[in-house]
């Protein structure tokens, strides 16, 4: 892997090949940082959607504990970033807030996480603010 762009963009080698393949992070200014170039791109729950959808692939083709076990991790990966991004957009923080309460219950469930439609906007699940999917 080579960081071309620190915490948005990245270059990684593709295995039995010397072909590579890029991989582009949204990139946005908040209150908290401000970039003089923005761009687009994928957020880390497509990401970990994608590894998710992979992995089950992988667990059809030949199962074993570990992956069954992979599976899951990532799932719980997944369901944390969208509770936090949820329960942000729930109280109205700004990005230049780190801190949010843990109040309410999402709705969604952790063993489905992969399963809900994502916002067209934000990327996120159940995304009241954009009105999304």
């Known amino acids: 892997m080579l960081v071309i ?11 039995g090949d010397t072909g ?4 582009k992070f949204v ?8 970039w003089p170039d923005e761009h687009g791109g994928l957020n880390c729950q497509e990401v970990m959607r994608i590894l998710i959808h992979r992995t089950k692939v992988l667990e ?19 369901y944390q970033f969208e509770l936090r991004a949820w329960r942000r957009k ?19 469930k952790p063993h489905l996480i ?10 996120h699940i159940f995304c009241e603010k954009c009105k999304g999917p």
Do not use: W
């Open 5 to 15: 762009d620190e915490g948005h963009e990245y270059v990684m080698h593709e295995v």
């Open 60 to 78: 059809a083709v030949l199962p074993c504990a570990e992956t069954h076990s992979a599976i899951g991790h990532l799932k719980a990966a997944l």
């Open 114 to 123: 992969e399963y809900y439609p994502t916002c067209s906007v934000c990327g």
């Open 90 to 108: 729930q109280q109205g923080l700004n990005k230049k807030q780190p801190v949010h309460r843990e109040v309410g219950e999402p709705p969604f």
């Open 20 to 23: 590579v393949q890029r991989i």
């Open 27 to 34: 990139k946005q200014s908040s209150g908290a940082v401000t």
